[in-house]
């Protein structure tokens, strides 16, 4: 029987974690510490494969069953969901600017309102000229460089430092920018 949001809701943390079965390889993973996170049990080339989806209830139980319809999607073609999580972004040709938007429309809520009007003010002033109109999957992270580099000479070096937070190195082979967490989760979702 699948998994209702009063009872996702109302999971409480134990001495131990435990899984709440939602189907098809989807549960609710419930943490002692309280957090509770989406993930689907799959296999793929004969192994067994966790897949993390996000926490509840940033992530509720729809958005977590269309990720799972996704991946079962991606195996249906004889993909790894684990490793093809970036494909759906990068198809469509998003830019940074649609991503981040989307990141922050989902996020204004839970902010508080003056908070998300500095954020998206910053994006504005300092990422979007920079990096705004590149598709997301042709940005590398020389041009993340160049753009904290422009923070940095006009003296904002506490802005640089909240530009910085979250960026990864680039992957060596491929130049490319690990995302920080927040926007990576919009860029595997699509929302």
Request: positive net charge.
């Amino acid at each position: 029987m699948p998994l209702t949001e009063t009872q996702a809701r109302n999971s409480k943390p134990s001495d131990r974690a435990y899984k709440l079965a939602d189907g098809e390889g989807l549960f609710l993973f419930v943490q002692p510490n309280g957090s509770k996170l989406w993930r689907m049990k799959y296999r793929f080339a004969g192994k067994e494969k966790l897949l993390s989806f996000g926490a509840y209830p940033d992530l509720g139980i729809a958005a977590a069953r269309a990720k799972r319809t996704a991946a079962k999607a991606l195996l249906a073609e004889g993909k790894d969901p684990m490793k093809s999580k970036g494909e759906v972004i990068s198809q469509e040709g998003a830019t940074f600017f649609d991503v981040a938007k989307r990141w922050h429309e989902n996020r204004k809520s839970a902010l508080n309102a003056a908070h998300a009007e500095r954020v998206w003010s910053r994006m504005e002033r300092d990422v979007f000229p920079a990096i705004g109109e590149k598709l997301v999957h042709e940005i590398t992270a020389p041009d993340v460089l160049a753009m904290i580099r422009k923070i940095e000479a006009r003296g904002a070096l506490d802005i640089s430092r909240r530009a910085k937070q979250g960026w990864g190195k680039s992957s060596s082979s491929q130049s490319r920018v690990a995302w920080p967490r927040m926007i990576r989760r919009h860029i595997c979702v699509g929302r």
